[in-house]
């Protein structure tokens, strides 16, 4: 048996980990977009380093698109197995994937008028709308905690890995040659006491993990402390400077907690009437998603549901849908919150938004959750006094502020409680990914204070013989 690393090695996006039996049958976990590594992203994004039609079944972990956003062009190229994902996972992954492919259409016909010019040859779309329409009845729903036969010698696990609504650690139990041997991807991992989801759960003793590192060196603040940090940037901002507070917010996860935290602060009287704006039509999409899987809530949002039945709206609060919409806030100077996808503000309409807010030292840009560091926000996180949107180069006037005390991903304390139910003498090699690779240097070690003997750190597509 054989497992490669084909994206997240060695950096944080573009999940994907190709299990190869003796028998030859191929699982892939994750199916996962790069994103946000300038001019390395479509080509990498481009090939996948494996024949798309020779993988057998998918076992996806969650629908953020750095997991899920490249199985439309695996389907494209071939693969016609089963896609195996919680029933949240496969809602949000039907939207997330749809709007995907309408970027990549935008995106591929932005680039080419560029690359024509040029005298370059033009890239072709990743996929398109029909392709993630071929994709998704192959999408087959499993429950949390039940192990499932995919075929004869492979049985899998779901566990609540607690980082957005669905996700999940993928536990895959093989046999061959009369041995069993157990293989443990941790997907993303979340906070324990979360806000909203529930804490990550434990799993049965595996021989092999692979594990996530975004935050392998990191502790973050209590999440206890959140609400009140959060107010002080609306407070410092909205009514003490009147100005705006711009927020980068991936569409799924993070836009809910902000939210939620929202709806709490206007349920105690402290918004003053300061308006929302979520400018996303994809994240108003997702939160009735969101909304329709309450069961994924942890006991404190069940026990509010009894008195607030949508603890995600509160007066004041409205969605942005059409593009004239969205340009009409840039005419309005009265202070605001407007919180826009993506999450790292390296597309979308928060790029604009920065774009016509950052040379004012009223407004603030609050980024709160990892930001690769080549993109847009992984700047701003970085200190840039200066950075460049649309080909143009903008002064940073705006104050920007970080709040990592509402990362999805566990910090590297959570990621060690995660793997507090192992026996680490009996774990055969822990593989590091999804991650920076000076963090997960640091993290290596920090495995090995716990005990884990065999802590690798695999390249991109680099292969490794489990034996």
């Known amino acids: 048996m054989k497992i490669a690393f084909h994206g997240a090695a060695r950096t944080v996006t573009g999940s994907k980990h190709l299990i ?44 953020h698109i750095d997991h899920c956003g490249l199985i439309p062009k695996l389907v494209k190229e071939g693969f016609s197995g089963k896609i195996f994902c919680t029933p949240a996972t496969k809602d949000l992954s039907a939207i997330l994937l749809m709007d995907s492919a309408e970027i990549q259409r935008d995106d591929t016909e932005y680039i080419n008028k560029k690359r024509i010019k040029q005298h370059l040859e033009p890239y072709d779309v990743l996929y398109d709308v029909s392709d993630v329409q071929n994709a998704m009845p192959l999408f087959t729903i499993v429950a949390y905690d039940t192990w499932f036969t995919i075929e004869e010698g492979i049985d899998v696990l779901y566990t609540d890995a607690g980082h957005i609504t669905g996700s999940a650690a993928v536990h895959v139990r093989i046999t061959e040659t009369n041995a069993t041997r157990q293989i443990s991807f941790s997907g993303d991992v979340g906070r324990y006491n979360d806000v909203i989801l529930r804490s990550p759960n434990i799993f049965p003793q595996a021989d092999y993990i692979i594990i996530e590192s975004t935050y392998g060196n990191s502790l973050h603040k209590a999440v206890a402390n959140t609400p009140e940090e959060f107010y002080k940037w609306i407070e410092g901002t909205c009514l003490h400077k009147k100005g705006k507070l711009i927020i980068p917010s991936f569409s799924v996860g993070r836009t809910q907690e902000l939210l939620y935290l929202l709806n709490d602060l206007s349920l105690n009287g402290k918004l003053k009437n300061i308006p929302v704006f979520v400018d996303s039509p994809l994240s108003f999409e997702a939160t009735n998603v969101v909304k329709h899987h309450a069961e994924n809530f942890n006991s404190n949002i069940q026990q509010l549901l009894k008195t607030d039945d949508d603890p995600f709206d509160f007066p004041g609060l409205k969605f942005i849908e059409t593009v004239d919409e969205s340009k009409r806030l840039n005419d309005n100077h009265q202070p605001m919150i407007i919180i826009a996808a993506s999450g790292m503000a390296d597309a979308g309409r928060i790029k604009h938004h920065i774009k016509n807010n950052i040379n004012d030292g009223r407004n603030t840009i609050l980024i709160v959750g990892y930001c690769e560091p080549h993109s847009l926000g992984g700047q701003l996180m970085n200190g840039a006094k200066e950075v460049r949107i649309f080909g143009e180069e903008y002064d940073v006037n705006a104050e920007v502020g970080i709040m990592r005390s509402m990362s999805a991903h566990g910090d590297y304390n959570d990621l060690l409680h995660f793997l507090k139910c192992q026996q680490p003498d009996e774990v055969n090699k822990a593989f590091i990914v999804h991650g920076e690779y000076n963090v997960q240097q640091d993290f290596q070690q920090k495995l090995q204070n716990a005990g884990f003997k065999n802590v690798s750190i695999p390249a991109l597509h680099e292969e490794i013989d489990l034996g």
């Open 20 to 63: 190869t039996l003796n028998s030859g049958k191929k699982i892939l976990l994750d199916c996962g977009m790069f994103q946000g590594l300038g001019r390395d992203t479509f080509p990498l994004n481009s090939n996948f380093g494996f024949d798309a039609s020779s993988v057998n079944y998918l076992l996806l972990s969650h629908a």
